[in-house]
């Protein structure tokens, strides 16, 4: 019933600016933090960055002084600003929001389908 949608994903040199997106839809009741990480194949999924529903955001020291993450008024969805991108960055881009479902007691984490970012050297 709650699914996330990413965007914005895609192929950019190295040095260019990307930025993602990321929708909560379905029947919830409430979204808390919500956060971007990244995979690739082969290694454990990462954190990017997190923001909170008070949008206090927290980076990991790959993503600081690059990224910048940001989320809208209503708070079910949040983006991902990327700049002066590496190939390094290259990766699977997964967005995860903590949600109560409509119906439901507990606080659940809910995973989208992810968004391809390649940065060409």
């Known amino acids: 019933q709650v699914q996330l949608v990413e965007s914005g994903g895609g192929l950019v040199q190295a040095g260019g600016s990307l930025r993602l997106s990321c929708t909560v839809s379905?029947?919830?009741?409430?979204?808390?933090?919500m956060g971007w990480y990244r995979q690739v194949a082969g290694k454990q999924r990462e954190l990017v960055a997190t923001?909170?529903?008070?949008?206090?955001?927290n980076y990991a020291d790959s993503a600081a002084g690059r990224f910048t993450i940001s989320r809208d008024n209503y708070g079910s969805t949040i983006y991902l600003q990327m700049s002066k991108l590496k190939a390094e960055d290259t990766a699977a881009y997964y967005c995860?929001?903590?949600?109560?479902?409509?119906?439901?007691?507990?606080?659940?984490?809910?995973w989208g389908r992810g968004t391809q970012v390649t940065v060409s050297s």
């Open positions: 995860n929001a903590a949600v109560i479902a409509r119906g439901g007691d507990d606080l659940d984490y809910y």
């Open positions: 379905g029947r919830f009741w409430m979204v808390g933090v």
């Open positions: 923001i909170t529903s008070d949008r206090s955001p």
